[in-house]
């Protein structure tokens, strides 16, 4: 599964889909540097790719809980040090307050990756991702009730846009509609409120922070099903199981390094580029083209998602010309 971007209070998330919580610039005084931060998301969505193509390829081989402890242990020697170098000391004493929703948050991501990792299992890289698109069209949705947040006429369009990609797409009572489309749905509806919940973390928490606990919780929760059932991997295996991990990591920084660089409005759109990089890793790797429906289904489900960055862009900027304080 792809990882979430940092949740910022004005803002849904697109597929790139792990690295979570609050922008740190605004609090750092950093300058931004809009390239920098552009080529750190371009990394952090190839790099999601790469790890979803892994996951894709030893799913069929390894129980889901096996392949969860890799991702989150071979993620963790990479997060840690990181986020003890660049969080600062003063970082973890915030997690105080926020244990709940810092546990509901790694409950529900590593949720959504058990959905998706089934999900692969009859489903091609791209068709997942397609209905991974629909996230920020459901956390636009789900900040009415749960964030409180006002969403007008502009972004209810595109998220009824959006859903009509997603029918497309998934085609409901279709050869293509099956058990691998009700766990790619539950996966992104879990990914949805796992965003939503990083998002009043990152109120008061560090990125790296909420990355590195996140990993934990997974951690934990994947501890007793390798106990109940593990299957011995061979070398080569062995390695594709910690590089699911490692590159996820190293994916996560980048994307909270994106987002510390750039305004999200300037380099969430990018995103999207994931598409490209699902539908020649599933070529090459697996050997699966999108179907003509798929490709319109992306169509529609990008044109609304970034239709809502859009839009967030310009309520942000009457709000900035309503206060200039």
Same mark, same amino acid.
């Given at each position: 599964m792809t990882s979430p971007r940092p949740a910022e209070p004005s803002r849904g998330p697109g597929p790139a889909t792990a690295g979570p919580a609050a922008r740190e610039d605004s609090a750092k005084g950093t300058d931004d540097r809009p390239f920098a931060g552009i080529l750190f998301m371009l990394a %952090?969505? %190839?790099?999601?790719?790469?790890?979803?193509?892994?996951?894709?390829?030893?799913?069929?081989?390894?129980?889901?809980?096996?392949?969860?402890?890799?991702?989150? @242990? %071979?993620?963790?020697?990479? *997060?840690?040090?990181?986020?003890?170098?660049?969080? =600062?000391?003063?970082?973890?004493?915030?997690?105080?307050? %926020?244990?709940?929703?810092?546990?509901?948050?790694?409950?529900?991501? @590593? =949720?959504?990756?058990?959905?998706? *990792?089934?999900?692969?299992?009859? *489903?091609? *890289?791209v068709e997942v991702a397609a209905i991974l698109f629909a996230a920020p069209l459901i956390v636009t949705a789900l900040s009415v009730p749960l964030l409180k947040e006002p969403v007008g006429v502009h972004r209810w369009s595109a998220v009824l846009l959006g859903f009509v990609g997603v029918l497309i797409v998934l085609q409901p009572g279709g050869a293509v509609f099956g058990i691998g489309a009700l766990w790619g749905g539950l996966g992104v509806l879990s990914y949805s409120l796992w965003f939503i919940s990083l998002r009043r973390a990152g109120k008061t928490v560090s990125s790296y922070v909420v990355a590195v606990t996140n990993a934990v919780i997974m951690l934990l929760l994947a501890l007793p099903l390798i106990l109940w059932a593990w299957v011995p991997p061979t070398p080569m295996q062995a390695l594709g199981l910690i590089a699911i991990g490692a590159v996820g990591g190293l994916a996560q920084f980048c994307l909270v390094r994106a987002f510390s660089l750039a305004p999200a409005s300037l380099i969430a759109p990018f995103d999207y580029s994931y598409i490209l990089y699902a539908t020649v890793l599933g070529y090459v790797v697996f050997g699966d083209f999108p179907a003509p429906t798929t490709w319109a289904g992306v169509a529609l489900l990008t044109v609304a998602g970034l239709y809502i960055i859009h839009r967030e862009r310009v309520t942000a900027a009457r709000k900035r010309a309503a206060d200039p304080s």
């Amino acid at each position: 599964m792809t990882s979430p971007r940092p949740a910022e209070p004005s803002r849904g998330p697109g597929p790139a889909t792990a690295g979570p919580a609050a922008r740190e610039d605004s609090a750092k005084g950093t300058d931004d540097r809009p390239f920098a931060g552009i080529l750190f998301m371009l990394a %952090a969505v %190839a790099l999601f790719s790469v790890m979803d193509t892994l996951a894709k390829a030893l799913t069929p081989h390894f129980p889901v809980g096996q392949i969860l402890f890799f991702r989150a @242990a %071979a993620a963790l020697v990479i *997060l840690v040090p990181l986020a003890l170098r660049l969080a =600062g000391p003063g970082a973890w004493g915030r997690i105080r307050g %926020a244990e709940v929703t810092l546990l509901v948050a790694g409950l529900l991501g @590593a =949720g959504a990756l058990v959905s998706f *990792l089934m999900a692969w299992r009859t *489903l091609p *890289l791209v068709e997942v991702a397609a209905i991974l698109f629909a996230a920020p069209l459901i956390v636009t949705a789900l900040s009415v009730p749960l964030l409180k947040e006002p969403v007008g006429v502009h972004r209810w369009s595109a998220v009824l846009l959006g859903f009509v990609g997603v029918l497309i797409v998934l085609q409901p009572g279709g050869a293509v509609f099956g058990i691998g489309a009700l766990w790619g749905g539950l996966g992104v509806l879990s990914y949805s409120l796992w965003f939503i919940s990083l998002r009043r973390a990152g109120k008061t928490v560090s990125s790296y922070v909420v990355a590195v606990t996140n990993a934990v919780i997974m951690l934990l929760l994947a501890l007793p099903l390798i106990l109940w059932a593990w299957v011995p991997p061979t070398p080569m295996q062995a390695l594709g199981l910690i590089a699911i991990g490692a590159v996820g990591g190293l994916a996560q920084f980048c994307l909270v390094r994106a987002f510390s660089l750039a305004p999200a409005s300037l380099i969430a759109p990018f995103d999207y580029s994931y598409i490209l990089y699902a539908t020649v890793l599933g070529y090459v790797v697996f050997g699966d083209f999108p179907a003509p429906t798929t490709w319109a289904g992306v169509a529609l489900l990008t044109v609304a998602g970034l239709y809502i960055i859009h839009r967030e862009r310009v309520t942000a900027a009457r709000k900035r010309a309503a206060d200039p304080s």
